[in-house]
Every structure is written in C-alpha cells, then in structure tokens.
Nanobody
Framework: QVQLVESGGGLVQAGGSLRLSCAAS????????MGWYRQAPGKQRDLVAA???????NYADSVKGRFTISRDNARNTVSLQMNSLKPEDTAVYYC???????????????WGQGTQVTVSS
C-alpha cells in the first residue's frame, strides 16, 4: 500500500504565499518523478510543476518565477513554495508521484487526496 498525504493549502490574499507539502509512505522501493497538479472548477487537471529524483524541474509557464518545487529523497517528500499568488491560482492542488513498490517490477502513478488553495483578490 502506498499513500500520498498533502498539507498546506488554505486561503490567502493575492500577492501572498503558501507552501504545500506531500509525503509518500508505504511499501516504497523507489520514486521517480514527483509533482503537483491543479484543477479549477470546470477545468481539467493540469501540471503545475514536477521534479525528478536527480533534481531536474519542469514548470507550467503560468507559474514560472513564482513557484518553486523541491523534494527530499530521503524522506520521500515533495514541496511547492508558491509566491506572488494570483486569484487564477485558485484550485485544488494534487500531489503526484511515480512509485515503484517493493517487489514490484514497474512504476505506478499515485495521487494525493488534494488540498484547496484559494487566492482572494
């Protein structure tokens, strides 16, 4: 069994900051890519940022220069520092990880339960 547990969402005014964290636990052998997605009401779930196990990062154009993704491989955690937040950043944010379980020959895709981020104007 593998779980991703997120924390850190909430309500913030435009221009403010929030930090999201996600911890993976369970029978984990290794984790490849970890990332954050978001889904606003009536819209599809889109990639916000991702990071590989060696630290390579990828960001959506809309968050470049404002958001920073990081991970701690020893703790199986990934974080998203969000600065200069805008109302259009309002969404449910989901943690995602490609995880190979112990005794499993392949990687599977796992999701957290989601955490609400609301940015007021």
């Amino acid at each position: 069994q593998v779980q991703l547990v997120e924390s850190g969402g909430g309500l913030v005014q435009a221009g403010g900051s929030l930090r999201l964290s996600c911890a993976a636990s369970g029978s984990i052998f290794s984790i490849n890519i970890m990332g954050w997605y978001r889904q606003a009401p009536g819209k599809q779930r889109d990639l916000v940022a991702a990071i590989t196990s060696d630290g390579s990062t990828n960001y959506a154009d809309s968050v470049k220069g404002r958001f920073t993704i990081s991970r701690d491989n020893a703790r199986n955690t990934v974080s998203l520092q969000m600065n200069s937040l805008k109302p259009e950043d309002t969404a449910v944010y989901y943690c995602n990880a490609h995880i190979r379980r112990i005794a499993a020959p392949w990687f599977n895709n796992y999701w957290g339960q989601g955490t609400q981020v609301t940015v007021s104007s």
